[in-house]
């Protein structure tokens, strides 16, 4: 009997599963208390029970689907950003950033306020920065006790709320800047506190812009800002000046409008919060972990002192690697979209973990290991190393953010010597949004003994 013979299968595509991958089944009281008090030990405990993806509902938040597949970190990076919304998941900060804010629009708006922006934050301009950045992190460090531990977390917001005025704003000395600092402060430390964030978060965004405190701060706050952005627009030198502010005040619209005082303020706060917090926390981390490891300590003082730079630059992204400010990043869809074989449903948001992605042994063997040399034998990938997010979404101050923890660090290095100030090394704990050192990164920063002339040196 003759076999019938058949043309070899073609690769059958299997269809998606419609809904959602598994995921814990927890009432509203443990979902909030693993999430807010345990987010990186509660992903690696659920990917090593549901695997690559899986799904936490949470309340007021909405149902998250997290990945951390490169292909499918990939395919959500580079998926239609009208479909993946990334700005309606932060509309919590609605009241404090306003509505032009980059953070919170999605396309077209986006596109639109993300294009005025970007040129300021090219990579190549960032070198204008270097001089003001060098002399608000030695103005703090020349401040330390050098036979005292020190927090660094503390420190070093004071060291990048400085560098956000002079860099960004474009404010200097003077009576109006100290106002200002104070003010911004205050705005920030009502973001920060956690308490108060998850107040904030359950009185929901209509109601907290009506609460009186809060309403109060913020008009305090834009008061000065405004008052800032007109004298700016008034200024002689305008033309000349390379502050953020006043590029953006020189910035039009494709219809050839400028922005107006409104956008300018929103996108002023939108930089502020965005990345203040962020990157004095991975300053203080990187400081954490070089106290902690004496040999690329040892490594990163030889290379400062002779200028290279690729091993600071290595130290940098091996502390974003380890220590990710941001656990994870958001995208919200519109409608129905296949990720790794599931249909997801409209409404949920997909959402990359960085700390997952981060931890990966496929992708950095000994993963829980502090190890910059990682990244002198292999570049960082595109999809594999994701502190700033990604896409058109991505953070538009990485580059700035990269080039101020170089610039901190050096002049850090060439003057002190980072030692541990106690036995246990400290654990990431949520602040916010953030992920920080759990006891504020604490370390003695001695002096060195031959000192290194920090400012002559070129990167
Ligand atoms: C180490 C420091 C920083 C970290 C880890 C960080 C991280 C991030 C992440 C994860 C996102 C979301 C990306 C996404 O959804 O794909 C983001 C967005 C953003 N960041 Fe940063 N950031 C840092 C510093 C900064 C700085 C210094 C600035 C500006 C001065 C800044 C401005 C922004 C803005 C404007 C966005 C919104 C971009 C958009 O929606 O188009 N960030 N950042």
Not at 63 to 84: I, N
Not at 250 to 267: F, I, K, W, Y
Not at 422 to 442: F, K
Request: proline share 9%; with cysteine; glycine share 6%.
């Amino acid at each position: 009997m003759g076999v019938a013979t058949a043309d070899p299968p073609r690769a059958i595509r299997t269809p998606p599963t419609p809904g959602l991958p598994p995921g814990p089944d927890w009432s509203l009281a443990r979902t909030m208390w693993h999430w807010w008090r345990r987010p990186l030990p509660t992903l690696e405990a659920c990917r090593a029970r549901y695997g690559e993806m899986f799904t936490i509902r949470l309340p007021h938040e909405g149902t998250w689907v997290f990945v951390s597949d490169p292909e499918t970190v990939k395919q959500v990076f580079t998926g239609d950003p009208t479909l993946l919304r990334a700005g309606a998941a932060n509309v919590v900060l609605l009241p404090v950033l306003g509505e032009h804010s980059v953070l919170l629009l999605d396309e077209p708006e986006h596109m639109a306020q993300r294009k005025l922006m970007l040129p300021s934050f090219h990579g190549k301009r960032m070198q204008a920065y270097r001089e003001v950045m060098a002399r608000a992190a030695t103005e703090e460090i020349d401040r330390w006790p050098t036979d005292a531990p020190i927090r660094m977390r503390p420190r070093m917001q004071s060291v990048t709320l400085e560098v956000i005025l002079r860099a960004v704003f474009g404010v200097d000395e003077g009576a109006r800047v100290a106002l200002l600092r104070d003010e911004l402060r205050s705005t920030l430390t009502l973001l920060s506190n956690p308490r108060r964030a998850i107040f904030l978060v359950l009185l929901g965004p209509e109601r907290l812009r009506r609460f009186p405190p809060f309403r109060r701060q913020v008009e305090r706050v834009d008061r000065l800002l405004f008052a800032e952005i007109r004298s700016r627009r008034e200024a002689a030198d305008l033309a000349e000046r390379d502050d953020i502010l006043s590029l953006l005040l020189q910035a039009t619209h494709e219809d050839g409008r400028p922005m107006s005082d409104r956008e300018l303020r929103d996108e002023l706060m939108t930089l502020l919060v965005a990345g203040h917090e962020t990157t004095a926390t991975a300053l203080s981390w990187a400081v954490e972990l070089l106290a902690r490891h004496p040999d690329e300590r040892e490594r990163l003082e030889a290379d400062v002192g002779s200028g290279d730079g690729a091993y600071l630059d290595a130290v940098i992204k091996e502390t974003l690697r380890l220590r990710p400010v941001v656990a994870l990043v958001l995208r919200k869809l519109v409608e129905p979209m296949e990720f790794g074989g599931w249909l997801l449903p409209a409404g949920a948001s997909v959402a990359p973990s960085i700390h997952l992605v981060h931890r990966n042994p496929d992708i950095y063997p000994e993963p829980d290991r502090f190890r910059p040399e990682r990244f002198l034998e292999r570049p960082a990938g595109t999809y594999t190393w994701i502190p700033f997010g990604g896409g058109v979404r991505r953070c538009l101050g990485g580059a700035f953010a990269e080039f101020e923890m170089s610039v901190v660090l050096r002049e850090l290095v060439a003057r002190r010597r980072l030692l541990p100030a106690g036995d246990e090394p400290e654990h990431p704990v949520r602040s916010t949004i953030t992920n920080v050192p759990s006891g504020g990164a604490e370390v003695l920063a001695v002096s060195r003994t031959s000192r290194l002339p920090a400012g002559e040196l070129t990167h």
